[in-house]
């Protein structure tokens, strides 16, 4: 029998916490929100298990180092992926009639197969929050069917042989469908191996709707894509209470005049941001595991998808005024690539006012205790600089990326009058002249008659009809005769160059063109025809137009000096020689703002590393409050009368 005297009831609990349990409880916190906050893409369908391991705790640390850009990185993934379902969406409109059909059979079963987009509810509202154009409005959400069966004259007894039965499914490609091909979800075959089906490859990029497109032959639903990705909304509950409990600590012990730790208002500040990215992350799956080969045949253009939306981050933040594009054709989605576009990426943007938050939450332990002045006044710095070093950086690069696009306007707006001031020359030049120089009839000659003509010694050359007993040509296309093939080439380079170059002045003209693009064109031009132009093919075109001055001129018309074609060689070099200067330019104002960025980003980064040493130095010598249980009794409301 138990002593009597030792027989208890119930208990009150410890007064205080020890400083394990303080440690404990936000190490915790953050821990499960850094597992549950990253929607990693999948991985290569050859990574080990020790690779997928590796990546995950690398993010993990990336996460607790900079939740700002995990936040940052989720708004354009989300962005992207609405970008993507109405792109999507408006090929459907344009070219299926707002479905992609497609028709599966055998000998008794007949079944009919579509795609549609479904935007989900309230899609115009996220648009907008987005930043991006919504989609139609006035549309009904349309019904998705899984193998419902058409034929509803057929009895279950009814033999199949008789009559073939039908099927219809209709799948509705939702946001969570475009996540899914964003991380990698689908892969098409290549030449040598299955590589990710870029997103752009199923909207405005995709010239096969009505024959091959990717789509076709997939069936996979929302469900399917669920069940495969590993969110557990019990486990992201819990994390979400955990979170709760820290903030509501934090504001109480504050309301109660108790001191809080600089650990708990870190914790508290690294919690607002994982709901933050909880929410914006709703459509996304995460942890999929295997990806799906897709049933048909039909290699991707990886080529035309080239130039799409998604840059490396890394690389666009070291050379933060250039569009570094990244190759598609790749055996996984790498976790590091997002939507970058422009010349100051909205992400970049992003990062700035998430930095500005994250560090201001911070900065509330501004006046707390620290065991030595050295502590408090590093604790002080390391905030500032982790709150303004990101907005100013931005700021400097938005004011360099000014300059920049004001001096390439101003570039621009001189080259075309500089160019025409450099052709008035040509102008001395008969119309008949400059049309046979671009017509040339010997274009129009067999290939063995051409490089007879470019055999024949210079001055001997008759340009008026096609020379006969011409050398005999390799099937290849390689002469027999005197004159290279590169020499040949060159030749009718030279002259696809000259005709460019002629259209390409016509148009600016006629003012109906873009001027940016048509210096970029201009450039193009003239670098292919100095490649073109050596001594030997410039001969040739001189001795081209001699003769053609000879059949076009009138007899009381004086021969110009001026050669046409090395004219626009000169011109073309002076033109070069200019555009450069801005090439000068823009690389001084590129590594003024790599300089920016890369020095913001290291100091950036060893502000926050400090933060996170000072938030567990700090426990050394704390108010003894800090350990003082929260009193929730007094900020509990009461139901008493009294």
């Known amino acids: 029998m138990p002593n009597i005297s030792e027989i208890v009831g119930w208990q009150a609990g410890p ?43 690398k993010w993990m640390a990336i996460t607790i180092l900079l939740p700002e850009f995990i936040f940052a990185k989720a708004i354009c993934d989300l962005r992207l992926a609405l970008t993507d379902l109405r792109d999507f969406d408006n090929g459907l409109q344009e070219k299926c009639g707002g479905k992609l059909r497609w028709t599966v059979e ?53 033999p199949l042989t008789e009559k073939a039965v039908t099927y219809h499914t ?7 469908h475009a996540y899914f091909v964003n991380m990698g979800g689908l892969l098409c075959p290549g030449r040598l191996r299955y590589y990710v089906l870029p997103s752009t490859q199923l909207g405005h990029q995709c010239d096969h709707w009505a024959t091959d497109h990717p789509l076709k032959g997939l069936v996979l639903r929302r469900d399917d894509i669920e069940d495969k990705s590993k969110v557990d909304f019990l486990i992201k509950l819990v994390t979400a209470l955990q979170i709760a409990g820290i903030i509501v600590t934090v504001h109480a012990r504050t309301h109660l005049g108790l001191p809080v730790s600089q650990l708990e208002i870190a914790t508290m500040a690294f919690s607002v941001f994982a709901v933050l990215t909880y929410l914006v992350n709703l459509w996304k ?24 939306r998604i840059q490396n981050f890394l690389l666009r933040l070291i050379y933060l005024t250039d569009e570094i594009y990244c190759n598609n054709e790749k055996y996984r989605a790498e976790n590091d690539i997002v939507w970058i576009e422009g010349g100051i990426p909205v992400i970049f943007n992003i990062m700035a006012l998430s930095a500005l938050v994250f ?42 990326d000014y300059r920049a696009t004001r001096a390439r306007k101003a570039l621009i707006a001189a080259l075309i009058p500089s160019l025409f001031e450099r052709l008035k020359p040509l102008k001395a030049f008969p119309d008949t002249f400059k049309q046979s120089l671009m017509e040339p009839a ?24 096609a020379p ?159 350990y003082h249980l929260t009193p929730w009794n007094q900020v509990m409301p009461s139901f008493s009368k009294g």
């Open 170 to 176: 209709t799948q509705n490609w939702t946001l969570t």
């Open 285 to 308: 799956p995460k942890d999929v595991s295997e990806p799906i080969l897709l049933p048909n045949s039909v290699p991707c253009d990886h080529n035309a998808a080239a130039h799409s």
């Open 106 to 158: 055998n000998k008794d079963i007949k079944h009919y197969y579509s795609w549609q987009v479904d935007f989900g509810p309230g899609a115009r509202l996220l648009y907008r929050l987005m930043g991006l154009q919504p989609p139609p409005a006035g549309r009904e959400r349309p019904i998705e069917k899984f193998a419902e069966r058409v034929d509803d004259d057929l009895t279950e007894d009814h």
């Open 359 to 400: 560090g201001s939450l911070h900065s509330l332990a501004w006046d707390f205790h620290f065991p030595s002045r050295a502590e408090h006044v590093l604790w002080r710095v390391t905030c500032l600089a982790s709150t303004i070093l990101p907005v100013t950086s931005l700021g400097l690069n938005l004011y360099i």
């Open 442 to 465: 010997f274009r129009s000659w067999s290939l063995d008659d051409q490089y007879a003509l470019f055999s024949t010694p210079t001055g001997s050359r008759k340009f008026d009809e």
């Open 468 to 626: 006969s007993g011409a050398p005999s040509v390799k099937p290849s296309g390689e002469p027999t005769g005197e004159v290279s093939t590169s020499v040949h080439e060159n030749i009718n380079n030279l002259h696809a160059a000259l005709r460019n170059i002629n259209s390409f002045c016509a148009r600016a003209t006629k003012g109906s063109t873009d001027t940016a693009e048509l210096v970029l064109d201009l450039k193009v031009a003239f670098g292919f025809l100095q490649r073109a132009a050596d001594e030997e093919v410039l001969d040739f075109w001189d001795e081209f137009e001699d003769h053609l001055w000879s059949e076009s001129k009138a007899p009381e018309t004086e021969t110009p000096r001026t050669r046409y074609v090395r004219h626009v060689l000169e011109t073309g070099k002076a033109f070069m020689e200019e555009e450069g200067r801005f090439k000068t330019h823009r690389d001084a104002y590129n590594v003024t703002s790599r300089f920016i960025i890369l020095t913001s980003s290291i100091v950036y980064i060893a502000s926050r590393l400090i933060i996170m040493v000072l938030l567990f130095t700090s426990l050394r010598a704390t108010p003894g409050g800090v």
């Open 15 to 57: 007064s205080e916490r020890g400083t394990f349990a303080l440690i404990n409880g936000c190490l915790l916190t953050i821990f499960a929100c850094t597992w549950t906050v990253l929607h990693l893409n999948l991985p290569g369908i050859r990574d080990s298990a020790m690779t997928k391991v590796r990546r995950k705790v």
